[in-house]
């Protein structure tokens, strides 16, 4: 059966297993947050109140898991990504575990940087694996599938850790995160048992064994590719937006707007929920009409426009509401970035483009939630740290202009 006629359940079984791939990765990218305010955990380490220290937990992991993306995805290419996807999967549960036993900071940091080395490859591995399993009209849905996950897992993912805290301890938060990656494991080993996937360097049957120096050649190729750097430059916007959401809207809600989000917390989720709904609207459009290019860059625009609206909004309701409908616009975007990155680059290249895409949008967007801090801190205005965030996303989605006709 050609495979464009292929649309049951069954043919979607990948992108669902790929997406929970993504939420318990944005689990364990995220959780450890939920520590920061353990006195226990932060005794345990021998760090006390040094919010610094604290805050390396988490740049450290985005830092080796940019790192990663960028100069380890290529391993995508050459060997088999279902195969890769599982090892990679495992490596995380037993980083998990280890965590449990840690008993020392320096101990805790190592493996929060061997976790980001390890996590980094995944969205590279998922999109080669849509790329392979799914046709150019599909490839928005499934990726969009797979993207869920991150707004899926930051509804989920401080509850679960903040569940497991409040009635167990701080090692059994990470016990419960690595018990949940073995679950996923046997998800990928019975769930994508009959997908028949290539090397991405054996993709165009030339018949030859493809070793490292010809898929450095075909990297060259994708390194003089103009519209592949536009969209990863973009990508630093579109990343940057996201960790600026996470990392600060909270807290300038409370602090900046009067919010109380222990009293009110379900306005903490209306943003996810709108991103969520974004991207699937955003998926079902964008395999419609086929406008890439056009829906991932007016979505990041429009993104920025409304977050700067909540920055001027002083009613409540207005300011909930323009915050929700950046999100959602982002999502909308983001839901097409993967279609048009497989657009942009070739087969044979396929995990190292998505990882240097990734990566390198990860990487450089890890400083945000510093620099918009920096800027409170200089300003003592965190309207003007939002606003920067609002105006790092308008002007980031010009950078697709020349792109619009073609793609």
């Given at each position: 059966m050609d495979?464009?006629t292929k649309?049951?359940?069954?043919?979607w079984?990948?992108?669902?297993?790929?997406?929970i791939c993504?939420?318990?990765?944005f689990f364990?990218k995220?959780?450890?947050a939920?520590?920061f305010?353990?006195?226990?955990f932060?005794?345990?380490?021998?760090?006390?109140?040094d919010k610094?220290?604290?805050?390396?937990?988490m740049t450290?992991?985005?830092?080796?898991?940019g790192?990663?993306?960028?100069?380890?995805?290529?391993l995508g290419?050459i060997?088999c990504?279902?195969?890769?996807?599982f090892?990679?999967?495992a490596?995380?549960?037993?980083l998990?575990?280890?965590?449990?036993?840690a008993?020392?900071?320096?101990t805790?940091?190592t493996?929060?940087?061997?976790?980001?080395?390890?996590e980094?490859p995944l969205?590279?591995?998922?999109?080669?694996i849509?790329?392979q399993?799914?046709t150019?009209?599909?490839?928005?849905?499934?990726?969009?599938?797979?993207?869920?996950?991150?707004?899926?897992?930051?509804f989920?993912?401080?509850?679960i850790?903040?569940?497991v805290l409040?009635?167990y301890d701080?090692?059994?938060?990470?016990?419960v995160?690595?018990?949940?990656?073995?679950?996923?494991?046997?998800?990928?080993?019975?769930?994508?048992r009959h997908?028949q996937?290539?090397?991405t360097?054996?993709?165009e049957?030339?018949g030859k064994r493809?070793?490292?120096?010809?898929h450095l050649?075909?990297t060259k190729?994708?390194?003089t590719?103009?519209?592949?750097?536009l969209l990863?430059?973009f990508?630093?916007?579109l990343m940057?937006?996201l960790?600026?959401l996470?990392?600060w809207v909270?807290?300038?809600?409370?602090?900046?707007?009067g919010?109380?989000?222990?009293?009110f917390g379900?306005?903490s989720s209306?943003?996810f929920?709108?991103?969520?709904?974004?991207?699937i609207?955003?998926?079902?459009?964008s395999?419609?009409l086929?406008?890439r290019?056009?829906?991932?860059?007016?979505?990041l625009?429009?993104?920025?426009v409304?977050m700067?609206?909540?920055?001027?909004?002083?009613?409540p309701a207005?300011?909930?509401?323009a915050m929700?409908?950046?999100?959602?616009?982002?999502?909308?975007?983001?839901?097409?970035?993967?279609a048009?990155?497989?657009?942009?680059t070739t087969?044979?290249?396929?995990a190292?483009?998505?990882?240097?895409?990734?990566g390198l949008g990860?990487?450089?967007?890890?400083?945000?939630?510093?620099?918009i801090?920096?800027?409170?801190?200089?300003?003592?205005?965190?309207n003007l740290g939002i606003?920067?965030?609002?105006a790092?996303?308008?002007?980031?989605?010009?950078f697709?202009?020349?792109?619009?006709?073609?793609y």
């Open positions: 495979s464009e649309t049951g359940i069954k043919h079984i990948p992108a669902v297993i790929l997406m993504v939420i318990l990765a364990d995220i959780s450890i939920v520590l305010s353990d006195s226990t932060q005794n345990a380490m021998g760090i006390g109140q610094a220290k604290l805050g390396w937990l450290s992991f985005l830092l080796a898991y790192f990663s993306s960028m100069f380890l995805s290529f290419d060997f990504p279902k195969k890769m996807l090892w990679s999967v490596s995380w549960g037993v998990m575990f280890a965590m449990g036993f008993n020392d900071y320096s805790m940091i493996l929060r940087i061997l976790l980001g080395l390890a980094g969205f590279a591995l998922a999109y080669t849509v790329k399993t799914y150019d009209r599909q490839q928005a849905r499934a990726s969009t599938m797979f993207l869920l996950g991150t707004p899926i897992g930051a989920l993912g401080f509850p850790t903040a569940f409040a009635h701080w090692h059994s938060t990470f016990f995160m690595g018990s949940i990656t073995f679950l996923v494991l046997a998800l990928i080993v019975f769930g994508l997908l996937l290539k090397r360097v054996d993709i049957g030339t493809v070793n490292f120096k010809v050649s075909n190729s994708l390194l590719n103009s519209a592949f750097w990863c430059i990508n630093i916007a940057t937006y960790w600026g996470n990392s909270p807290s300038y809600l409370i602090q900046d707007k919010f109380n989000l222990k009293e379900i306005y209306f943003p929920i709108a991103m969520l709904f974004g991207e609207i955003g998926a079902v459009l395999d419609k086929g406008k290019a056009i829906q991932v860059s007016g979505g625009f429009v993104a920025g409304f700067y609206l909540m920055v001027i909004a002083t009613n207005m300011v909930i509401l929700s409908l950046s999100a959602m616009a982002w999502g909308f975007g983001v839901a097409a970035v993967f048009l990155l497989a657009r942009i087969a044979d290249v396929g190292t483009a998505g990882g240097i895409f990734n990860n990487f450089a967007s890890a400083a945000a939630p510093v620099m801090g920096a800027i409170v801190m200089q300003t003592g205005s965190f606003t920067f965030l609002a790092f996303a308008v002007i980031g989605s010009f697709l202009i020349p792109l619009l006709k073609r």
